[in-house]
């Protein structure tokens, strides 16, 4: 079926149809399969990197002896023009089953007899691999830049927050006051694994399958190192059943797609929470909200919301790698066709939702007033703890005490910091004179500089860190 000498007799001539296989069957396919088996409509995007690695295949035909020189730079030169019709707009016609049937049909037009040797010692099986790989290593370079932005406009917005105070939250309740800047910053360091995770699957599909032929390898003695060097992998498969059937590339960039996506999610979710009337943190811009058909009030926060979405598409298409792979046995199967599909549709959602959320998020207005106003003395709950801890008491019963003491304020309608003086050093015989100056949210936050606390000095150089993370070559 991979032989390009039996493509050109399997052309039906009746039909004018140019295929890459059929030659073993009495009738040509019935338009039903046809319709099913298609998958030009996808997979077209592939083009660039079939044309180079055809180019290379070329190359290291000739070394192989399959091609003269004149033949190898005739097919070059014939792949060129393809691709330059390519990206001029040239459409796919019915009978092109996918990327790889066109471009072999297109190189017939340009190239004329040589073309028909191409496809020697190769298959669709380890052409494809091999393009999807160099598409989905082009693709991890594009989505470490749009998570750089992301980062960078989290970064800006966080150095403007760093005296900025509000609650930070467990379990959705008031917790502790922490930096604007800190709250900010939690959010770029997930983003900062995900370009670790990025690297690490851009290395994983950097393993060139080409030379693996449909399963067995290629019968040519190709030099499969010339391959490697001229499409720039790092190194080459060992195995080719393995080689045409593996598929983990795809998974690992999408498992990295939706854990990039899920912390869109959170994020948004995040905004979409403070930027609620109730919460009132944080005003969307005007060019990243949208307004109700009904209610003329409305400012909604669409972008993240349609971020938060897409962290559910992206989890299906995960899914739905994993499901297609435990069912198959080793080498290529028709099923492994939609690996594309899913990866490129968690690709171009990404590429859509992480430039969306840089550009709102840079035009975010806080409302330091209201997230400072949010921190209520309750929240200084624990600095009164690790105050008696300090003056020696256990943290047990110091939180004792203070618990109490929350229970009084509560049932005495105030806050922690409003109960009167005596009262409070009646809770336990440490509180000294000093004891409101604990309850104080400057106190709170200045107490905590331990490297990755919310402390002033700590949150500095937390902003200092994530810029040299920033300005990092991707690893
Ligand atoms: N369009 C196919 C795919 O994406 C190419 C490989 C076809 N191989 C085959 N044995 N029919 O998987």
């Given amino acids: 079926m991979n032989s390009p000498a039996s493509s050109e007799s399997s052309a039906t001539p009746s039909e004018g149809t140019h295929k890459l296989w059929g030659g073993r069957f009495a009738s040509g396919p019935h338009p039903l399969l046809t319709a099913v088996n298609r998958s030009i409509g996808t997979d077209f995007r592939l083009w660039p990197h079939d044309v180079r690695l055809s180019r290379a295949w070329a190359l290291a035909l000739r070394d192989a002896g399959v091609f003269s020189a004149e033949e190898c730079d005739a097919v070059r030169a014939g792949l060129d023009r393809v691709g330059e019709r390519l990206a001029a707009g040239e459409t796919p016609v019915d009978t092109d089953e996918d990327i790889h049937t066109m471009i072999d049909r297109l190189l017939h037009e340009e190239a004329g007899a040589p073309a028909s040797r191409l496809h020697t010692g190769r298959s669709r099986n380890d052409q494809v691999a091999t393009a999807t790989r160099l598409w989905t290593m082009q693709a991890c370079t594009m989505l470490d830049a749009a998570i750089g932005e992301l980062q960078q406009s989290l970064y800006a917005q966080a150095e403007q927050l760093q005296d900025a105070v509000l609650p930070a939250y467990t379990h959705l309740q008031r917790a502790q006051p922490v930096s604007g800047a800190h709250w900010l910053l939690s959010h770029f360091w997930a983003l900062d694994r995900d370009r670790g995770r990025l690297a690490a699957a851009s290395l994983g599909a950097g393993v060139m399958p080409l030379g693996s032929g449909a399963i067995a390898g290629s019968a040519f003695p190709v030099s499969r190192e010339l391959l490697r060097s001229e499409l720039g992998f790092h190194t080459i498969s060992q195995n080719s059943i393995d080689a045409t059937g593996d598929r983990d590339f795809v998974a690992e960039t999408l498992f ?129 703890a690790d105050y008696l801890v300090r003056k020696g008491a256990s943290f047990r019963e110091a939180h004792g005490a203070v618990g109490r003491l929350v229970r009084e304020s509560e049932d005495a309608n105030v806050e922690l910091n409003e109960l009167p003086l005596s009262q409070v050093r009646a809770a336990h015989p440490l509180f000294g004179e000093d004891v409101m100056d604990a309850l104080s949210i400057e106190a709170s936050l200045a107490v905590r500089n331990v490297e990755g606390g919310t402390g002033r000095d700590a949150v500095t150089q937390q902003l200092q860190h994530a810029q040299n993370r920033m300005h990092r070559s991707a690893q």
């Fill in 256 to 384: 990295t797609c939706a854990l990039t996506a899920a912390h869109c999610s959170r994020l948004a979710e995040d905004l979409i929470v403070y930027g609620s009337s109730e919460f009132g943190f944080v005003k969307f811009g005007d060019r990243f909200s949208t307004g109700s058909s009904m209610m003329p009030q409305k400012r909604n926060p669409d972008v993240f919301e349609l971020a938060r979405g897409s962290g559910g598409r992206l989890l299906g298409d995960l899914v739905s790698m994993l499901a297609t792979l435990k069912g198959l046995p080793s080498g290529y199967s028709k099923d492994l066709q939609d690996d594309k599909r899913a990866l490129f549709n968690a690709v171009d959602m990404l590429l859509l939702v992480l430039p969306a959320m840089a550009g709102a998020i840079a035009e975010l207005q806080f409302n330091r007033e209201r997230m400072r106003a949010a921190v209520t003395g309750a929240m200084m709950a624990t600095d009164l």
